[in-house]
């Protein structure tokens, strides 16, 4: 027991050269670099690609996309706003690194090239990857592995891998992967999931809205850090997209014709029965037929 007691005594805090008894303990745990308060927005211990929108890049730690870590995004359907939310970042990996190649792993759909070429991305540098959904029922496993071997390719700079029926051991072995291989990793997975346990350090869930100036709303609803007060809105559409978009809509409203007021019936009076006045009839000379019978009347 005493030797217990002097070895822990060697590593006691109050014996750190940088701490002093008399020191606060936050002020103590302010001298550890490897100290992160949970009240604070964490810096990112790995390096990290910007995301192109800055309201974004202000609530992930270290300003971007962390590479050598995965990134879950969870939203309802599968190939909605992932490539709006991705493809900045992308973009200007491929503009630092042109001979890196983004493996696709289970995209659900084919991608667009002139979308994705407008976006400033290489096409010549996009693999994807998948399996014959027709002949192998479940390739879930199959998935994973391409994942895996993905990020230990040396030509591979980001992975994009499309999981619904990924685990949580599965998702551990991925991440573990993402650190080793320091590659950006975006695991795609459903909203049902966001309940479920899960080692990625950033986790996100995307929603689209029916503004004019945002078309993307984004939970972040793990990070190192607080919680958010609220989701950021982006608009992920490209500029020139957007100003044609502004310029249409401006020329709709424009040209339009004024509506044309329209007029409110007049009620129509409902004819009454004509009042004769027998005493007209009988100032008027009668005929002789009619004559006895006027007088019986």
């Given amino acids: 027991m005493a030797s217990f007691n002097k070895f822990c005594s060697q590593f006691s805090l109050s014996t750190h050269p940088l701490i002093n008894r008399d020191q606060a303990w936050p002020a103590r745990l302010g001298l550890l670099d490897h100290v992160w308060r949970a009240d604070s927005l964490g810096t990112a211990s790995v390096e990290t690609i910007g995301t192109g929108y800055p309201d ?22 599968p190939g909605q706003h992932e490539w709006g939310l991705v493809a900045p970042a992308l973009a200007a990996l ?24 407008a976006r400033q991305i290489n096409m010549q540098r996009l693999l994807s990857i998948s399996s014959v959904k027709s002949t192998v029922k479940n390739d879930g496993p199959a998935m994973l592995w391409a994942t895996r071997e993905a990020l230990q390719c040396a030509d591979v700079a980001a992975v994009m891998a ?30 049902q999931a966001q309940h479920d346990a899960s080692p990625a350090p950033l986790r996100l869930k995307l ?53 044309v007021p329209v007029p409110t019936p007049t009620p129509t009076p409902t004819p009454t029965p004509a009042m004769f006045d027998l005493s007209d009839i009988l100032r008027k000379p009668l005929h002789a037929l009619d004559r006895t019978a006027s007088l019986q009347h």
């Fill in 162 to 191: 499309w999981l619904p029926d990924a685990r949580s051991a599965h998702l551990r072995r991925l991440q573990i992967a993402a650190l080793t291989s320091g590659k950006l990793l975006f695991v795609f997975r459903p909203v």
């Fill in 207 to 259: 929603a689209g809205t029916a503004q004019s100036i945002h078309n993307l709303q984004i939970d972040v609803f793990k990070r190192r850090g607080p919680l958010l007060a609220a989701p950021v809105l982006i608009d992920t559409r490209p500029p020139r997209l957007a100003a044609l978009l502004a310029a249409s809509k401006g020329r709709v409203h424009q040209h339009s014709p004024a509506p």
């Fill in 94 to 117: 491929q503009s630092a690194s042109p001979a890196g190649l983004v493996v696709l792993v289970g995209a659900p759909y084919c991608p667009f090239g002139p979308a994705l070429g």
């Fill in 56 to 77: 974004l890049n202000d609530v992930l730690p270290g300003g971007g996309w962390p590479c050598g870590a995965m990134t879950e995004v969870l939203q309802a359907k």
